[in-house]
């Protein structure tokens, strides 16, 4: 995975939980901060540490309207495209690995 490529993603604090939609232009290391507890604010704050969905976008602007997009999505249109993609909610951390 390239360090500078467009990705928006969803972080969970568990199974249906706390939501938050974010986008980076590197999603490992943003994924980590997060995870780590170093990004303060809304997820720090409400423990929000999985990685329950992403998508990698071929340039920023692209990205970013599928962020603003999502963040006016409702909750329930959000549960439905991470359950869809990952019935499971297992934390993707593993599949944005080196």
């Known amino acids: 995975m390239a360090s500078r490529q467009p990705a928006v993603y969803i972080m969970a604090s568990a199974e249906r939980g706390t ?13 980590w901060q997060h995870r780590e507890g170093l ?7 409400y423990s929000v540490k999985r990685l329950v969905w992403f998508e990698f ?13 999502l ?4 909750r ?13 909610w297992c934390d993707l951390w593993e599949n944005v690995q080196d």
């Open 39 to 45: 990004v303060d604010g809304f997820t720090k704050r």
């Open 76 to 88: 329930a249109w959000k549960l439905e495209m991470i359950e869809t993609a990952n019935p499971a």
């Open 71 to 74: 963040k006016k999505w409702t």
């Open 57 to 69: 976008h071929p340039d920023f602007p692209s990205a970013i309207a599928r962020e603003k997009q």
């Open 19 to 31: 939501l938050y939609v974010g986008v980076t232009g590197n999603l490992k290391f943003r994924v």
